[in-house]
């Protein structure tokens, strides 16, 4: 599974950005598809996952209310609604992909893409 992500770029406190992540590749069983960040000099972090279905989305605490995770199974991908954005959401924003229910953790993932940078000015 390959995976493209893009929408990122830079943008004003209180913006909103919408970022995009399409697969490619042996896309076929249910997948979950989930977010992750990394801001300069942290660990990567997870920020939003969501079910095969679309029923189910879990989020970190720092973006709930603001973020929304979405996808589009006829067009292999996920989405992120970024509202409300502060300097502290700035980081590389990675899409990824694993077989089987959704989950936070980074490790569970066996698909990534490339990244994308969103940055947010104060």
């Known amino acids: 599974v390959q995976l493209q992500a893009s929408g990122g770029g830079l943008v004003q406190a209180g913006g909103s950005l919408r970022l995009s992540c399409a697969a490619s590749?042996?896309?076929?069983?249910?997948?979950?598809m989930g977010w992750f960040r990394q801001a300069p000099g942290k660990e990567r972090e997870f920020v939003a996952t969501?079910?095969?279905?679309?029923?189910?989305?879990y989020y970190t605490d720092s973006v709930k209310g603001r973020f929304t995770i979405s996808r589009d199974n006829a067009k292999n991908a996920v989405f992120l609604q970024m509202n409300s954005l502060k300097p502290e959401d700035t980081a590389v924003y990675y899409c990824?992909?694993?077989?089987?229910?959704?989950?936070?953790?980074?490790?569970?993932?066996?698909?990534w893409g490339q990244g994308t940078q969103v940055t947010v000015s104060s």
């Open positions: 590749g042996r896309t076929d069983g249910n997948y979950a």
């Open positions: 990824a992909v694993r077989t089987g229910p959704y989950a936070s953790r980074s490790g569970s993932y066996g698909f």
């Open positions: 969501i079910s095969w279905s679309g029923t189910n989305t």
